[in-house]
């Protein structure tokens, strides 16, 4: 996570962290300005980052979202739509 932040900021923009979905969650409600959500599919919390993307996709429909993993293997039909 902290590699992805330093790339992040390194071209100008700012970069929130959250620790967990529930987290992120939070950060979303309380702010406007969030363009895109990057997420791990396996994370600690309530839900993974295949739930937090639908999640957000269901919530917030103009934020775009990543989705990545070095372990999990998924297919589209896995992902929100967009």
Not at 20 to 29: K, T, W
Not at 38 to 53: Q, R, V, W
């Amino acid at each position: 996570m902290m590699m992805t932040v330093d790339v992040v900021k390194a071209v100008g923009l700012e970069a929130l962290e959250a620790t967990n979905a529930d987290d992120a969650v939070l950060i979303l409600e309380g702010r406007s300005d969030i363009a895109v959500v990057l997420t791990d599919i396996e994370m600690p919390g309530t839900m993974n980052g295949l739930a937090l993307a639908a999640s957000v996709r269901e919530r917030w429909p103009l934020i775009g979202i990543i989705v990545v993993s070095g372990r999990v293997t998924i297919g589209r039909d896995d992902l929100p739509e967009c």
